[in-house]
């Protein structure tokens, strides 16, 4: 790799036979098949509660098809996609007919892949068949002209010695002059070269005048994915083919600095100034800026500012908040952070860590949310008014809209960006020039229907979402409803009662009861008596319930059979302590169990096993007449007829309980002091049992349902909700956002088009960047559905970024509304303050909210009192 100011390039060769194993690092993908033709070639039909998610080329294996056997446990086969919910396969009329069932799972084939040497390289960069990517939109062609360039400049440098100086426009012609060369030569060549048409002589100007300096952006985005490339040897994910060119000289300034500006001043900043001068290098440490988060990719835009010299200067200062602590999960890619950090406040020990970087950074480290209820005190309009621009380092989309729509309020441009494994993006967010973040956004995440949840998942990721909420009710709200139930039982009881079905209340009455015998064994043995309960419960009772209530055979009202499609046909398991997987969650519930009781855990498995086998077999399972919904869309009731009953009943005898342990509560077997402690859920902690027994639990319910078990490393993802980041991912939109840090400092003289937007995909590799998108504009329109009619915009196409400031000060509603009949003459129907209603104009008995004062009517309404500093509303 190569970078040289303002260009660089990444190079690869991985030999003649490099066998990637895994192209794109995706999980793999699976679909319920609905049918499959007997034709050629053979069309597969997936099931349509969600999109099979394949893609041409994509190769795949079949199980449990029934009919259409052939397709059962053969190779791998590479289909075709027609459609969202159908793909062709080989030719299938020689095949059995399709009766129903079976599933299709994308498999990972490996593929061999060739490279060509450097030498070869040099003359055609690109693979037979291929181009050299582009990574730039606005810059087709431009990679094509980098290589030549950079051609030239490794001429030159054999020629010196050395590499051109800085801003040496003799050099610089020298350069140009051998590129001419070099292009003209592989032109003679013909088609075994590449060549240009025309050389574009401004580029090899540009790469050879600022070749020897090194700035941050530059040397953050290739050092990403070189990492990453460097990773690929190891087979996962494809590599390079195998030449990337970047440029990023939109970044310099028009007119360009004067020669005397650009004079080293014998400093760290010297590469910089080489190529924006003293006076852009002062504006750059005088910023103040705001980066909000102090995780992955705040750590390392923390480090970027203190690299550029950002907020160095006198009057600069970047301002860190981030609310959450450091833990050991974070080092892997957090790397301002060390062992003796953790427990600590992350914006403060990475302000620590910077600043040994670059002690002339000012930078103030908070522990402050940002959001609405902060808005009067630390980031109030001052706070906001006063900044030059604003960071996000966020992991979640609530906060990020936050952000966004006060830098539309302020109008201050906001640099944005977001990680996932190998995938990132960047956005820039600039006043009236594009679009804010919150004008597209991603559709939501998929939810997983509760039905599916609680009666009939098909993949491994609904038993773990069950097993995590297993966790909660077991760990979490049960001893928090013990704890209340020993405070008060006949309101705890009231609370349960006047909450959900019978049947809900039952469960929630018959986990009460257990809990409180549990809590009288006050011992590890019972403990592990409890556990085998929960056991038999979960994976026995509750299955054979199931197929009580819908039989293998069951069919439904439209003559269908019942377990097909999505709707797997599960089994009971009975314990057996020989098992391993039934004594992991044995020993997991145990010890939570333990641990929620404050007695001594046991890690010892033998010793659990031994305590388990004592637990007699109980009176076993007894079905009963019950209503389970079959999908969300049912409306019938869940449970038994008799579960009212059954509640009555439970909670007399759980009153009476209580009232005795109230009476007895002054002791210390039944005080406070026998209270159970709620579980925290910690993902991080390999030795709490939390991701143990959600693992278990997942896998046993896997099993119940024929599911393929997942190991300790997915379940801890998906249940901990991990974010996958990764440091080459990390680095390289580092690099991409400082670069669009560096505009800003002239943004009075730049337009759109100097910023870039980016979509990046290591993995694949692909980088797609592109100029950002001009603001929504609301327009007039001759017919709106809504309100059924013509609709006038007034200004024609405003923006978001537009507001109309009325200075009437504390007026009544009526003379705000006669105010914007009169200057802007508009009707005024409705005012309304965030999702508070001020006034209506359909409602009669607004008619007398118009006497009153906006602020009044504000004030009563939202029951919020406008703070002293608070000048203004927006409406």
């Known amino acids: 790799a190569d970078c040289w100011g303002l260009a660089g390039r990444v190079f690869v060769d991985f030999g003649e036979a490099f066998t990637c194993r895994d192209k794109d690092g995706e999980e793999c993908k699976s679909a319920i098949v609905a049918g499959v033709t007997q034709e050629n070639p053979g069309t597969v039909h997936t099931h349509n509660d969600r999109r099979h998610g394949f893609q041409d080329g994509d190769w795949v294996v079949f199980r449990e098809v029934q009919g259409m056997t052939q397709l059962n446990g053969s190779q791998p086969r590479q289909i075709k996609v027609t459609g969202p919910y159908s793909?062709?396969?080989?030719?299938?009329?020689?095949?059995?007919?399709?009766?129903?069932?079976?599933?299709?799972?994308?498999?990972?084939?490996?593929e061999t892949l060739k490279f060509a040497s450097y030498s070869a390289c040099r003359t055609r960069p690109a693979p037979e068949g291929c181009e050299l990517v582009v990574p730039d939109l606005a810059k087709f062609g431009r990679p094509e002209q980098l290589h030549i360039a950079c051609q030239a400049l490794m001429q030159y440098r054999e020629k010196a010695g050395q590499l051109p100086k800085p801003n040496d426009a003799a050099a610089a012609a020298e350069c140009v002059s051998l590129?001419?060369?070099?292009?003209?030569?592989?032109?003679?060549?013909?088609?075994?070269?590449?060549?240009?048409?025309?050389?574009?002589?401004?580029?090899?100007?540009?790469?050879?005048?600022?070749?020897?300096?090194?700035?941050?952006?530059?040397?953050?985005?290739?050092?990403?994915?070189?990492?990453?490339?460097?990773?690929?040897?190891?087979?996962?994910?494809?590599?390079?083919?195998?030449?990337?060119?970047?440029?990023?000289f939109e970044l310099l300034q028009k007119p360009e600095p004067s020669p005397a500006d650009r004079q080293p001043m014998g400093g760290r900043y010297?590469?910089?100034?080489?190529?924006?001068?003293?006076?852009?290098?002062?504006?750059?440490?005088?910023?103040?800026?705001?980066?909000?988060?102090?995780?992955?990719?705040?750590?390392?835009?923390?480090?970027?500012?203190?690299?550029?010299?950002?907020?160095?200067?006198?009057?600069?200062?970047v301002t860190v908040t981030d609310m959450d602590r450091i833990e050991v999960s974070n080092l892997n890619r957090q790397f301002l952070f060390r062992q003796h950090d953790v427990g600590k406040s992350k914006s403060a020990a990475a302000a620590r860590a910077v600043q040994k970087m670059n002690p002339s950074l000012k930078v103030q480290a908070l522990e402050i949310r940002v959001g609405q209820e902060t808005?009067?005190?630390?980031?109030?309009?001052?706070?906001?008014s006063g900044l030059d621009s604003v960071v996000n380092a966020l992991d979640n989309v609530q906060a990020r809209m936050y952000v966004d729509s006060r830098c539309v309020w302020f109008c201050k441009p906001l640099l944005e960006s977001g990680t996932l494994g190998t995938k990132a993006n960047s956005q820039v967010v600039l006043p009236h020039m594009t679009q804010s973040y919150s004008d597209s956004q991603d559709p939501p995440e998929e939810s997983i229907p509760l039905c599916t949840l609680k009666h009939f998942p098909n993949a491994i990721e609904h038993t773990i979402e069950w097993s995590r909420d297993m966790f909660e009710q077991l760990f979490v709200d049960g001893p928090r409803e013990i704890n209340a139930f020993l405070q008060g039982p006949a309101a705890l009881l009231e609370k349960v009662r006047a909450e959900g079905s019978g049947t809900s209340q039952l469960a929630r009455l018959g986990a009460i009861k257990r809990a409180l015998d549990l809590r009288?064994?006050?011992?590890?043995?019972?403990?592990?008596?409890?556990?085998?309960?929960?056991?038999?419960?979960?994976?026995?009772?509750?299955?054979?319930?199931?197929?009580?209530?819908?039989?293998?055979?069951?069919?439904?009202s439209d003559g269908e059979i019942f377990w097909s499609g999505p709707k797997r046909a599960p089994s009971p398991i009975a314990l057996d302590l020989a098992e391993e997987l039934h004594l992991d969650f044995v020993v997991a519930a145990a010890n939570l169990y333990a641990a929620a009781l404050g007695v001594p855990q046991c890690r010892d498995r033998s010793k659990v096993r031994a305590a388990a086998a004592t637990v007699g077999a109980g009176p076993g399972f007894k079905p009963k007449a019950m209503t389970i919904k079959v999908d969300d869309k049912d409306t019938a009731q869940e449970g038994c007829a008799d579960d009212d009953e059954a509640v009555e009943a439970l909670s007399s005898e759980l009153l009476a309980l209580g009232k005795r342990l109230v009476e007895g509560g002054s002791s210390s077997s039944t005080g406070r002091a026998a209270q159970l402690s709620p579980a925290e859920f910690e993902k991080d902690d390999d030795s709490n049992f939390h991701i143990a027994f959600i693992t278990a639990a997942a896998n046993l319910r896997a099993r119940n349902y024929k599911i393929q078990e997942a190991d300790f490393h997915k379940?801890?993802?998906?249940?901990?909700?991990?974010?996958?980041?990764?440091?080459?991912?990390?680095?390289?939109?580092?690099?991409?956002?400082?670069?669009?840090?560096?505009?800003?400092?002239?943004?009075?003289?730049?337009?759109?088009?100097?910023?870039?937007?980016?979509?990046?995909?290591?993995?694949?590799?692909?980088?797609?960047?592109?100029?950002?998108?001009?603001?929504?504009?609301?327009?007039?329109?001759?017919?709106?559905?809504?309100?059924?009619?013509p609709v006038r915009a007034k200004p024609e196409g405003f923006t978001p970024w537009d507001k109309i400031e009325l200075s009437l000060g504390d007026v009544t509603l009526k003379a705000l509304v006669d105010h914007i009949a009169k200057e802007y003459e508009v009707e005024v129907s409705i005012v309304s303050q965030g999702s508070v209603c001020l006034y209506n104009s359909y409602s009669p008995g607004h008619k007398q909210r118009l006497g009153r004062k906006v602020t009044e009517v504000w004030e009563e309404i939202s029951k919020q009192q406008l703070a002293p500093s608070r000048t203004y509303l927006m409406l």
Request: charged share 25%.
């Open 270 to 317: 010297d590469d910089q100034i080489a190529i924006f001068g003293r006076a852009f290098q002062q504006r750059l440490g005088e910023l103040q800026l705001f980066l909000v988060g102090a995780g992955a990719l705040g750590c390392e835009y923390l480090k970027a500012f203190a690299m550029l010299g950002a907020c160095c200067g006198r009057g600069g200062k």
């Open 520 to 556: 009288a064994s006050r011992s590890f043995d019972g403990c592990a008596r409890f556990a085998v309960m929960e056991f038999r419960e979960k994976f026995h009772d509750s299955i054979s319930q199931l197929l009580h209530t819908f039989p293998l055979d069951h069919r439904t």
């Open 715 to 789: 379940v801890k993802l998906i249940a901990g909700k991990i974010i996958p980041a990764i440091a080459t991912t990390t680095a390289m939109v580092t690099g991409l956002i400082s670069a669009e840090l560096l505009k800003l400092v002239t943004l009075k003289s730049r337009t759109a088009e100097d910023f870039k937007n980016a979509f990046v995909n290591l993995a694949l590799p692909l980088w797609v960047m592109s100029e950002p998108l001009p603001p929504l504009q609301t327009k007039s329109k001759d017919y709106d559905p809504i309100i059924m009619g």
């Open 375 to 384: 808005e009067d005190g630390p980031f109030d309009d001052n706070f906001w």
């Open 179 to 248: 590129a001419r060369e070099f292009n003209r030569a592989r032109k003679a060549e013909g088609d075994k070269a590449m060549s240009v048409e025309e050389l574009d002589e401004d580029v090899v100007r540009k790469v050879a005048l600022f070749a020897p300096c090194m700035i941050a952006p530059m040397s953050a985005f290739f050092g990403g994915v070189v990492a990453q490339e460097v990773v690929k040897f190891t087979g996962k994910y494809t590599p390079l083919r195998q030449l990337l060119y970047l440029d990023m």
């Open 87 to 110: 793909f062709t396969i080989e030719d299938t009329t020689g095949y059995s007919a399709y009766a129903r069932e079976g599933i299709v799972s994308q498999v990972k084939v490996p």
